[in-house]
């Protein structure tokens, strides 16, 4: 499932997608404070449900979700508002799923997930199966998927690693390379094959780039690794990913 989540404030979007996270751990969030940046986003990756702040400095939460709705007539969206005063408002204008009175929290999230007005959609079996018990490797239709370079492949793995969230440039390049030197030039080749590499398979989208950062696509992938993190919640004890350093 992937969920959009946009406040202004940041403390109240932090609030927001710890909550997100709470009722839904399975779910890819992408998260914004600004309505034109989520509308950029959504316009090249799409979006099954949006949690959305209704007053919001420039471009509202009413406005934003008229443009997600055009965008996808099936998207389920639920407004997160302390002034109910908008709320009739959103339901005549709007065809949302629900609303949330602020603060939230993550059983308010899960009750409107469980309540969702426009059926998600049926998954596709995955193309993309990744192992990270044992070695890391990845087969794309049944075949080893080849990448540029080695690096290529380590970064790929750091994404999945991170199972979903925001891996910045500096943190990736302090990881791969475990030194101080300067290494902005090689790691803007290797994201560059990573883009090209998943373009050539015809799955672009399975990597996102977000601001000063990259982050994978959970649910357009295959893991064993995510597979057991849905039925356990300590920690794997396992090999893991054993051909890198940088796996604590």
Known sequence: MRILAVDDEKLMLN????????????????????????????GGNEIDVAFLDINMRGMDGLTLAKELNNLY??????????????????FREIRCNGYITKPVDSEQIKE?????????????EKRIKIQCFGYFAVHID?????????????LFAYLVNA?????????IMTYLWDDDGIH?????????????TLEKYGCPEVVV???????IQPDLVECDYYNWKKENTGDYEG??????????
Not at 16 to 38: Q, W
Not at 73 to 90: K, L, M, R
Not at 209 to 215: D, F, N
Not at 239 to 248: R, V
């Open 73 to 90: 007539p099936e998207i389920n969206i639920i407004f997160c508002t302390g002034y109910d005063e908008y709320v009739s408002e959103a």
């Open 163 to 171: 199972c979903g969230g925001t891996c910045t440039n500096q943190e």
């Open 184 to 196: 902005d030039s090689y790691f803007k080749k290797i994201r560059k094959d990573l883009f090209d």
């Open 239 to 248: 090999d893991f990913m054993k051909q890198y350093f940088w796996i604590m």
């Open 142 to 154: 049944g075949m080893p998927m080849e990448f540029g370079s080695a690096k290529t492949q380590e």
């Open 112 to 124: 409107e997930l469980s309540h969702l007005r426009l059926p998600m959609k049926e998954e596709k």
């Open 15 to 42: 609030r927001l997608v710890r909550s997100i996270n709470e009722a839904k751990p399975d779910a890819t969030v992408y998260e914004f404070r600004s309505g034109k940046e989520a509308l950029e986003f959504a």
């Open 209 to 215: 780039k977000t601001w000063g950062g990259l982050a």
